[in-house]
Protein backbone atom coordinates (compact mmCIF):
# COMPACT_ATOMS: atom_id res chain seq x y z
CA UNK A 1 0.00 0.00 0.00
CA UNK A 2 3.25 2.31 0.65
CA UNK A 3 4.59 2.24 -2.34
CA UNK A 4 1.11 2.51 -4.48
CA UNK A 5 0.85 5.83 -2.44
CA UNK A 6 4.29 6.92 -3.06
CA UNK A 7 3.91 5.99 -6.78
CA UNK A 8 0.63 8.70 -6.76
CA UNK A 9 2.63 11.15 -5.02
CA UNK A 10 5.33 11.30 -7.58
CA UNK A 11 3.11 10.91 -10.77
CA UNK A 12 1.06 14.06 -9.31
CA UNK A 13 4.51 15.76 -8.44
CA UNK A 14 5.66 15.39 -11.88
CA UNK A 15 2.20 16.47 -13.74
CA UNK A 16 2.41 19.86 -11.81
CA UNK A 17 5.90 20.11 -12.21
CA UNK A 18 5.71 19.89 -16.07
CA UNK A 19 2.49 22.08 -15.83
CA UNK A 20 4.48 24.95 -14.09
CA UNK A 21 7.14 25.13 -16.72
CA UNK A 22 4.58 26.09 -19.36
CA UNK A 23 3.60 29.08 -17.13
CA UNK A 24 5.04 32.80 -17.50
CA UNK A 25 4.63 34.87 -15.26
CA UNK A 26 3.13 38.42 -17.02
CA UNK A 27 0.09 40.43 -15.03
CA UNK A 28 -3.11 38.59 -15.40
CA UNK A 29 -4.37 41.42 -17.69
CA UNK A 30 -2.05 40.55 -20.35
CA UNK A 31 -3.75 39.03 -23.88
CA UNK A 32 -3.58 35.35 -24.12
CA UNK A 33 -1.97 36.11 -27.73
CA UNK A 34 0.74 38.29 -26.31
CA UNK A 35 1.15 35.52 -23.77
CA UNK A 36 1.41 32.77 -26.44
CA UNK A 37 4.33 34.81 -28.43
CA UNK A 38 6.52 34.91 -24.97
CA UNK A 39 6.44 31.46 -24.72
CA UNK A 40 6.76 30.84 -28.55
CA UNK A 41 9.73 32.68 -28.03
CA UNK A 42 10.76 31.84 -25.19
CA UNK A 43 11.92 28.35 -26.91
CA UNK A 44 13.59 30.43 -29.69
CA UNK A 45 14.60 33.46 -27.47
CA UNK A 46 14.67 36.04 -28.99
CA UNK A 47 12.05 38.31 -27.43
CA UNK A 48 14.09 39.53 -24.27
CA UNK A 49 11.62 41.74 -22.81
CA UNK A 50 7.52 43.01 -23.46
CA UNK A 51 6.54 46.19 -22.25
CA UNK A 52 2.95 47.38 -21.99
CA UNK A 53 2.30 50.80 -23.09
CA UNK A 54 -0.94 53.32 -24.19
CA UNK A 55 -1.18 54.77 -27.03
CA UNK A 56 -3.99 56.62 -28.21
CA UNK A 57 -5.74 55.51 -25.01
CA UNK A 58 -5.46 51.79 -26.03
CA UNK A 59 -2.92 49.55 -24.60
CA UNK A 60 -0.43 48.24 -27.07
CA UNK A 61 2.61 45.85 -26.70
CA UNK A 62 6.47 46.29 -27.31
CA UNK A 63 8.26 43.05 -28.00
CA UNK A 64 11.96 43.72 -27.84
CA UNK A 65 14.56 41.52 -29.58
CA UNK A 66 17.80 42.95 -29.32
CA UNK A 67 19.56 40.14 -30.94
CA UNK A 68 21.86 41.43 -34.00
CA UNK A 69 19.13 40.60 -36.50
CA UNK A 70 16.33 40.93 -34.42
CA UNK A 71 13.22 42.93 -35.02
CA UNK A 72 11.41 44.64 -32.31
CA UNK A 73 7.26 44.96 -33.00
CA UNK A 74 4.73 46.95 -31.52
CA UNK A 75 1.27 45.08 -31.38
CA UNK A 76 -2.10 45.81 -30.24
CA UNK A 77 -4.17 43.46 -27.41
CA UNK A 78 -5.32 41.18 -30.46
CA UNK A 79 -1.68 40.89 -31.49
CA UNK A 80 -2.05 42.31 -34.98
CA UNK A 81 1.83 44.14 -35.43
CA UNK A 82 1.10 47.96 -35.99
CA UNK A 83 5.00 48.34 -37.06
CA UNK A 84 8.24 46.79 -36.56
CA UNK A 85 11.78 48.23 -36.66
CA UNK A 86 15.24 46.28 -36.37
CA UNK A 87 17.28 43.89 -38.30
CA UNK A 88 16.88 44.73 -42.02
CA UNK A 89 13.96 46.49 -41.64
CA UNK A 90 15.93 49.27 -39.97
CA UNK A 91 15.01 52.03 -38.19
CA UNK A 92 11.16 52.80 -38.42
CA UNK A 93 10.44 56.38 -37.55
CA UNK A 94 6.70 56.15 -36.69
CA UNK A 95 7.52 52.98 -34.30
CA UNK A 96 9.87 55.35 -32.78
CA UNK A 97 7.27 58.36 -32.37
CA UNK A 98 4.83 55.85 -31.16
CA UNK A 99 7.13 54.89 -28.47
CA UNK A 100 7.81 58.84 -27.58
CA UNK A 101 3.99 59.71 -27.74
CA UNK A 102 3.47 56.56 -25.29
CA UNK A 103 2.43 56.86 -22.02
CA UNK A 104 2.52 54.34 -18.86
CA UNK A 105 5.65 52.07 -20.29
CA UNK A 106 5.60 49.17 -17.75
CA UNK A 107 7.72 46.01 -18.14
CA UNK A 108 5.63 43.01 -18.28
CA UNK A 109 8.05 39.96 -19.41
CA UNK A 110 11.90 39.75 -18.97
CA UNK A 111 13.87 36.85 -20.34
CA UNK A 112 16.02 37.36 -17.36
Given at each position: ?55 E ?41 M ?10 W???
Open positions: MKIKGSIIIFIITIILIGNSCNKIDVPKDTPRCIKQKIKDEGKESTFQSVYKLTYGKNIYLLVDTTNNGISIISNSDCETICSMGGFVGINESCLEIKQSTDKTLISKE
